[in-house]
């Protein structure tokens, strides 16, 4: 079968760094997204990865290893906007999306 | 933003009745998805459509049909609602093809409750 885990739930301080992972099993692989999603509201983009390596975007930045099935979300300089889920999914061989089921992170000031 | 609405935002329904959620698009996109999310589930895909008249089913199809009589409409509907189909439901489209991943972007959700 086909499996993505993620951490349930973290929680942060404003102004620190955290790393949300995730883990896959997939029948193939054609990349992995992660998404941001605020409660109430439709997931929103953040990144893509397809080959090994970090990937930097601001604030956020993403990791891949396709030999280890890992990937992770990286966000530095937290701010109390970034308190939401973060959403790791894979495209499968098929060109179909596999999704965890979330991490909810915490910010505390 | 991508233009991706969905209606009705929120719906209550009783339980043997049908209900249709419909998505509508203003990208022309080829590819478009339905999604439940239910806590600790995440995301799970019911329909997806790569074209007009074209459609196949996802993980939790058993409940659930679709159509899609036109590029920018993808209709749900649920025949007869069950408590058990009381989710949030989400349309996403995508430009993906057979070659290619790419993003996709979300509708709004439509909060439905079956009593």
């Known amino acids: 079968g086909q499996n993505i885990d993620q951490p349930t739930e973290m929680t942060a301080t404003e102004g620190a760094i955290v790393q949300i992972n995730c883990t896959y099993q997939t029948s193939g692989f054609n990349g992995l997204f992660w998404y941001q999603q605020h409660a109430g509201e439709a997931p929103t983009f953040l990144s893509y990865?397809?080959l090994d390596g970090l990937e930097e975007k601001g604030r956020f930045s993403s990791f891949l290893s396709r030999s280890k099935g890992y990937s992770y979300l990286l966000l530095k300089e937290l701010q109390m906007k970034d308190s939401a889920s973060y959403l790791c999914a894979v495209v499968d061989s098929n060109y179909q999306l596999i999704w965890g089921a979330g991490t909810k992170l915490i910010i505390k000031p | 933003d991508a233009g991706i609405t969905q209606s009705p935002r929120h719906k209550v329904t009783e339980t043997g009745t049908p209900v249709t959620l419909r998505c509508h698009q203003t990208e022309n996109h080829r590819y478009m998805y339905w999604y439940r999310q239910d806590p600790g589930h995440g995301l799970r895909l019911i329909h997806y459509s790569y074209g007009v008249k074209d459609t196949d089913k996802g993980e939790v199809s058993d409940g659930y049909s679709v159509s899609r009589s036109k590029t920018e409409d993808f209709l749900l509907t649920l025949e007869s609602a069950t408590s058990s189909q009381t989710s949030v439901y989400f349309c996403?489209?995508?430009?993906?093809?057979?070659?290619?991943?790419?993003?996709?972007?979300f509708g709004q959700g439509t909060r439905l409750t079956v009593v």
């Open positions: 996403a489209i995508s430009p993906v093809n057979r070659d290619s991943a790419a993003e996709a972007f």
């Open positions: 990865n397809v």
